[in-house]
T-cell receptor
Framework: DTGVSQDPRHKITKRGQNVTFRCDPISEHNRLYWYRQTLGQGPEFLTYFQNEAQLEKSRLLSDRFSAERPKGSFSTLEIQRTEQGDSAMYLC?????????????FGPGTRLTVT | KNEVEQSPQNLTAQEGEFITINCSYS?????LHWLQQHPGGGIVSLFMLSSGKKKHGRLIATINIQEKHSSLHITASHPRDSAVYIC??????????FGKGTRLHILP
């Protein structure tokens, strides 16, 4: 399988717990994006990496959120002290980032439910 | 006002009908994306375009840069086309702004 993969696909956690999601991009893609999608809304940008460097963070990414891409390959998104408002689909996408125009390939998403 | 607006929000049509989904944006873009999202949540990129028109099978996407408007058309619609279609504007700052999506339901 050469597409973007995410793990886990579903996560149910109690409020206050920490959760970590993983994204494996397409292997030759140097850009990796995280998005959040709440029910009935389009995805919202959270952050993106070019190789291992985190280049942009949305104001949506509070101090409880941290993302890493230590070796420029897979990425993790951690949410500390989860709140019910964190319940959403977390989407990862990757792209080659070559030139001005590039196409993002999306993973299947991780659906988080905070109870 | 959202920077990317889609219409309609919901659309129900009979199999075989010609479908049009519209997208208007207010930001400067390097490209515009049309995405398809099925109930499981996975997103598939349908088109990325910066000018003119693109066609893939029964799907056609057009964009008018001057009017900041794009349309997605589906010819000979089929129940398997039922999904949420999302328009996304790719700004020059490498961030994509998504519309809220159009929920399409094709009846057999």
């Amino acid at each position: 399988d050469t597409g973007v993969s995410q793990d886990p696909r579903h996560k149910i956690t109690k409020r206050g717990q920490n959760v970590t999601f993983r994204c494996d991009p397409i292997s030759e893609h140097n850009r990796l994006y995280w998005y959040r999608q709440t029910l009935g809304q389009g995805p919202e940008f959270l952050t993106y990496f070019q190789n291992e460097a985190q280049l942009e963070k949305s104001r949506l990414l509070s101090d409880r959120f941290s993302a890493e891409r230590p070796k420029g390959s897979f990425s993790t998104l951690e949410i500390q002290r989860t709140e019910q408002g964190d319940s959403a689909m977390y989407l990862c996408a990757s792209s080659s980032g070559q030139g001005v125009q590039y196409e993002q390939y999306f993973g299947p998403g991780t659906r988080l439910t905070v109870t | 006002k959202n920077e990317v607006e889609q219409s309609p929000q919901n659309l129900t049509a009979q199999e075989g009908e010609f479908i049009t989904i519209n997208c208007s944006y207010s930001v400067g873009i390097s490209a515009l994306h049309w995405l398809q999202q099925h109930p499981g949540g996975g997103i598939v990129s349908l088109f990325m375009l910066s000018s003119g028109k693109k066609k893939h099978g029964r799907l056609i996407a057009t964009i008018n840069i001057q009017e900041k408007h794009s349309s997605l058309h589906i010819t000979a619609s089929h129940p398997r086309d039922s999904a949420v279609y999302i328009c996304a504007a790719d700004g020059w700052d490498d961030k994509i702004i998504f519309g809220k999506g159009t929920r399409l339901h094709i009846l057999p």
